[in-house]
């Protein structure tokens, strides 16, 4: 088995002085705290019972405390499964007796959530920072070793444990470090949950490089826009939401020089939005990645934002991607299933024979999304297959129309099903959130009419508050579907 | 088995025009066009008879067909030999044989002296460029399969074939790009010989990176100077005796401020050297590494290059390194034998069971260097243990007693021995290079005696025209031993 020395450990031996993470309170810690801290911790919940191969979830907000619990477990050698703060509790419980969790470590804000689990408890505050550390902790890693299960966000069906291992991360830092350079004054601002793998990605860039996180509970358009600013930020990884959220604050202003990346991932970013950060001359990397593939799995190159706009890219370094339909890959410029392989790709689901027997297939993941290459091989992410509405032949992308439904400027959101129609077999409807009461359902329409042929244009357009977003901020498209009047 | 795209492929997907090679004439090759040669060289290869698992060796001095021969081989799946162009007849016999070669690529040059070798012989010159390419190259690689063979440049005893794999050199370019950085406009100059693993490695970090080399037969002060100057060379790869003269040809000048790296390795450097290069303001990196770790091992960044001046640095990301003496680790401080473990560190010797079985013991290489780590972790390596003179009980280095030599101004090179010695066991000896005839023994002796402890300085001294160094321009001290007379 292949081993590496914990990288937690090297990098506080490499530098330890350097710093580590940056909190929103300004507190500055360096590797070396950092590692004394992931130690102690460990040491701690080692006298609590907790061996090597057991399973810990740990169900918490971003902060400090959870970097270090994220170290502790892999000192220990612990399978780590991460909660979704904004699940129910029912969804908690599910997941963890689902991953045969030992022992769940919490955030003191949940206490009450949680009062009914039936497996022990901790408060991530009661674990003290400075206990003695102890002289057996794994100061070597297994690559191959399970660090992590982390439920697939569910914006669909039953939710399902990924296992990360630390090669998956290991292969998602270093491909990373190949496509977006590796800077000695890079500083990754982390606003991201960490139970997802596109925040947990970073902790692991951090200590892998030898990078400062600038972390933040949560994304704050406000304290986001003040870091950049001031704090020497060089890359942040957004979601679209965010990312619009900061081009409206940074209205006619400029980010400084040194910030170089803006990483959008979380699914196809609508056009206007990447239009918008180019008039700004905001360096915008569209991404394309999951938490099946530790994050990043492809990504446009900031040489090609303006020429490609709107791909996301190619696949990086070690992985392969191919686009497939019933088993054959099908040639440029035609849509298919994304299928990808490479040594960031999970091994598969945790106790899910079936699944596993589905979505993979010779080491391919199928990953339900739809897509196609085009002629220079770069990536076009259309939609979830599941989410494609076929309405009399013709192929229909939710998110086309709701990227055109979102250039309007008085539409803030957009989310588009289908509905089931005698005639066409379904149709488009959409959902939509709105800033000016005085829009109607006609002008809507003919605003979709003048970007969309006549068979994408939504039959139906219902106002909401609010749409479904998940943890992650990604449309719950099935949730909407369930609000569609039976016709 | 893990598998990846094959590199070259890969490469020139994700950047088709960037450049790949210019060579000293001025030709610019695109990774387009370097992988449409190796392709092209790999189906005429195939059509020769030459099939996945053979073992095909390369005589050739630098050139871009060298690397297209690279390359081409890494798409048909051969375990590629690289001999030393130094070396006699009968020891190209002895490796071929050794390694089972069943093919022998020549640079023309060679033809006259590969005449009796009784394999098949081709002038690589007689391998077109623009052959059809075959359907059936393999454009994904088995990251645990052998690329090479490279026997170790013997400076004592049989040379012993070290089998790299894939993921050796991936691990090495990783774990370089880690420590040294990644930026866009990085252009790596190659005048160290591909067949040693110093300059095989910068034609595999040019693919995995994106990054040009600017490739040169073999050093030559006067060019690798106008390239420093003029073509905006980030890093360049050398070995002690060309950074002295590099030193002397920049006199009072300046390389420009995107010159970021001078990795020096082939053995410790001497701290006038270090100096010299820290005086003129070049951020010089010294390294320590072997064919047996791909390459680069451990590396002093420029952030510690005045404060640890003549250390190594620190183990690179996923190596790992210990001082050990009679098979348990030493204390920090205390010499011992340097082990070293990792990614990077071969699996073993070809077709040596003794050799693999005393040199490796639970995957950690016995290297045969001595070394320590200071109180910060740092590594400073001494020499060769087989080289270590043993005097009165107290141990002498040899390199530490020709660095001293090295700084006296009228010395241009040192070599140092031990001889047989009725009351200390064995004294050191001196061999040295002038350039002031009027330079006698007592002047050596005594600049010695103003540096060294009394046991360390040399007995006697001897003046040589030159000294004997390997292809690799490593000292061959055993040649030395043999020419000291018997007392």
């Given at each position: ?151 697939t966000s569910?914006t669909t ?82 979601v679209s939401v ?22 959008l991932g979380g699914g196809p970013a609508y056009r206007s939005l990447l239009e ?8 915008v990397f569209q991404t394309y990645g999951m938490?099946e593939t530790?994050?990043q799995f492809s990504t446009l190159?900031?040489?090609h934002a303006?020429q490609k706009l709107g791909s996301a890219g190619k696949p990086?370094?070690?992985g392969?991607l191919i686009i497939a339909n019933e088993g054959h890959e099908v040639p440029m410029g035609e849509v298919g299933e994304i299928l990808v ?18 979505s993979?297939?010779?080491?391919w993941l199928h990953t339900g999304d739809l897509g196609y290459l085009d002629e220079d091989g770069f990536l076009y992410v259309l939609d979830r297959r599941k989410d494609l509405i076929i309405s009399g032949g013709e192929n229909i992308y939710p998110a086309e129309i709701e990227n055109v439904l979102k250039q ?5 959101d957009a989310g588009v099903v289908g ?5 066409w077999g379904h149709v488009p409807v959409a959902f ?16 979709c009419?003048?970007y969309l042929a006549k068979y994408k244009v939504p ?8 749409l479904?977003r998940?943890?992650a901020k990604k449309l719950m498209r099935h949730?909407l579907a ?6």
């Amino acid at each position: 088995m292949k081993t590496m020395p914990n990288w937690l450990e090297k990098r506080a031996y490499l530098t330890p002085e350097k710093e580590a993470v940056i909190t929103e309170d300004g507190y500055r810690m360096t590797f070396n705290q950092l590692r004394n801290d992931a130690k102690s911790v460990a040491t701690y919940l080692q006298h609590s019972g907790i061996q090597s191969g057991d399973h810990v979830a740990v169900l918490a907000i971003n902060s400090y405390k959870m970097i270090v619990l994220i170290h502790a477990l892999q000192y220990i050698g612990v399978v780590n499964v991460l909660l979704n703060t904004r699940l129910s509790e029912k969804e908690w419980e599910f997941q963890l007796s689902d991953a045969r969790a030992k022992l769940l470590i919490h955030d003191p804000v949940f206490k009450e959530n949680i009062k009914d689990t039936v497996i022990e408890t901790i408060d991530m505050t009661s674990i003290p920072l400075d206990a003695n550390v102890a002289e057996n902790l794994r100061t070597t890693i297994n690559q191959e070793e399970t660090s992590h299960i982390i439920y697939t966000s569910g914006t669909t069906g039953q939710p399902k444990g990924v296992q990360l291992s630390y090669d998956n991360h290991w292969s998602s830092a270093t491909a990373s470090a190949l496509n977006l350079g590796l800077h000695n004054d890079d500083r990754w601002l982390l606003c991201l949950p960490m139970f997802h793998v596109g925040g947990l990605s970073i902790i692991y860039r951090s200590v892998i490089y030898g990078m400062p996180i600038h972390l933040f509970e949560k994304f704050d358009v406000e304290k986001v826009h003040q870091a950049i600013m001031e704090e020497n930020i060089t890359i942040i990884s957004a979601v679209s939401v965010m990312a619009e959220q900061m081009m409206v604050r940074l209205g006619d202003g400029k980010y400084p020089d040194s910030f170089r990346c803006l990483l959008l991932g979380g699914g196809p970013a609508y056009r206007s939005l990447l239009e918008k950060c180019q008039g700004k001359n905001v360096p915008v990397f569209q991404t394309y990645g999951m938490t099946e593939t530790a994050s990043q799995f492809s990504t446009l190159d900031e040489s090609h934002a303006l020429q490609k706009l709107g791909s996301a890219g190619k696949p990086l370094f070690p992985g392969e991607l191919i686009i497939a339909n019933e088993g054959h890959e099908v040639p440029m410029g035609e849509v298919g299933e994304i299928l990808v392989k490479g040594p960031n790709v999970t091994e598969g689901y945790w106790n899910r024979q079936k699944a596993n027997d589905t979505s993979f297939e010779n080491d391919w993941l199928h990953t339900g999304d739809l897509g196609y290459l085009d002629e220079d091989g770069f990536l076009y992410v259309l939609d979830r297959r599941k989410d494609l509405i076929i309405s009399g032949g013709e192929n229909i992308y939710p998110a086309e129309i709701e990227n055109v439904l979102k250039q309007h400027p008085d539409i803030v959101d957009a989310g588009v099903v289908g509905r089931n129609d005698e005639k066409w077999g379904h149709v488009p409807v959409a959902f939509v959130t709105i800033k000016n009461e005085a829009l109607n359902e006609t002008d809507v329409i003919e605003h979709c009419h003048q970007y969309l042929a006549k068979y994408k244009v939504p039959k139906q357009i219902f106002f909401k508050e609010n749409l479904p977003r998940n943890a992650a901020k990604k449309l719950m498209r099935h949730l909407l579907a369930d609000e569609v009047p039976e016709r």
